[in-house]
């Protein structure tokens, strides 16, 4: 056996606590550190760093945050599940949303109908058939987009009020 | 009792009470691991949190047959990363909570030396060996738990015990 391959053997051992000692090991890797000073060195390191290892104490924490830890997870898991109350309360956005287009498809139809009247002088009609169109695919796009989005406002809105204790 | 893994994936399945008994199992290592992360008992309780919530979010997409506790680990080391990063100016990471705690029979001044040098280890080399050595995680633990592959863990470790034993073999 190498002394590096030793070494690695070792540290594989002593890192672990409550490793079983040297009497455990396997004969060869004792007959090895027996002989080897490099490696017996590697031992008296090895032990120290557990030592030092062992002596460093992790700060205690209270038994009302493991609980409090429980309660805002659980809360969470909760805000994740899927629910009927999601459904309602997606159908309950999109009628609210649904009850504004009307308004927004009027206003743009006005702005459409004033910008009309101010180019039709100044533009060919060619032109301004294909602002038009233009126009009324921006606005379409943007309603599309608005109403895409409704789903994940809906969830995100229901779990943030969900998981807040 | 049930495994871990039989726990989460009851999780999974929406179950509070399998959630329950995962925050009870784990919580008290993950504070651990958390306050010598970050060197603040504070900050570990608030990034405890945020690992249990971020657990519950993922629970339904979490991967049946995978090892929790090196996920859990995982994901409480990720956070405390981010946490290093949003701070610009890192914290003095403390390794040691309570430093009167020498065991009987051990140098004191040898133990304290070490015990700063495994402090300014660089944080990747030092994650390996407190994985290893507070938690017992095998090579493979480590590797699912920190997104690294087996060969890399590997040299990590045997970098860090490097690292430490020339300042050990270098004291007066």
């Known amino acids: 056996m190498s002394c590096e391959a030793v070494q690695e053997e070792l540290t594989e051992r002593l890192l672990t606590p409550g490793a079983p000692g040297p009497e455990h090991w396997d004969p060869a890797l004792r007959t090895h550190v027996q002989a080897c000073t490099a490696c017996a060195g590697h031992v008296q390191f090895l032990r120290a760093l557990t030592t030092s290892l062992a002596s460093a104490g992790a700060a205690a924490l209270a038994p009302a945050h493991i609980a409090q830890s429980r309660a805002r997870a659980v809360r969470a898991l909760r805000a994740h599940r899927p629910s009927r109350a999601f459904g309602r309360e997606l159908v309950g956005a999109v009628v609210v949303l649904a009850l504004g287009l009307p308004l927004a498809v009027a206003q743009a139809w006005l702005i459409a109908q004033g910008a009309a009247a101010l180019l039709e002088p100044l533009l060919p009609e060619a032109v301004l058939i294909a602002l038009g169109v233009f126009y009324a695919g921006t606005f379409l796009l943007m309603v599309g987009t608005l109403y895409a989005f409704v789903p994940l406002w809906v969830a995100a809105v229901r779990r943030a009020r969900m998981e807040v204790p | 009792m049930e495994s871990d893994e039989e726990l989460m994936a009851a999780v999974a399945r929406g ?59 995982g994901i409480a080391s ?35 030396a070490l015990r700063d040098r495994v402090r300014r280890l660089p944080d990747r080399l030092r994650e390996i060996l407190w994985l290893r050595f507070y938690e017992g995680f095998t090579e493979a633990e480590m590797a699912e738990a920190l997104g690294i592959p087996r060969g890399t863990v590997k040299s990590r470790l045997h970098g860090a015990i490097r690292e430490l034993k020339r300042g050990w073999e270098g004291r007066g």
């Open chain 2, 15 to 73: 179950d509070e009470r399998a959630l329950g008994i995962l925050v009870e199992r784990h919580t008290p290592r993950l504070h651990a691991h958390l306050t010598r992360m970050t060197g603040s008992g504070d900050d570990a309780e608030d990034l405890l949190q945020e690992t249990w919530l971020r657990v519950a979010r993922g629970a339904r997409s979490f991967q049946e047959g995978r090892p929790v506790r090196p996920w859990l680990f």
């Open chain 2, 78 to 112: 990720n956070l405390a990363r981010d946490f290093h990063r949003r701070r610009s100016v890192r914290r003095h990471v403390r390794h040691d909570a309570s430093p009167g705690q020498t065991p009987p029979g051990a140098r004191p001044l040898e133990t304290i």
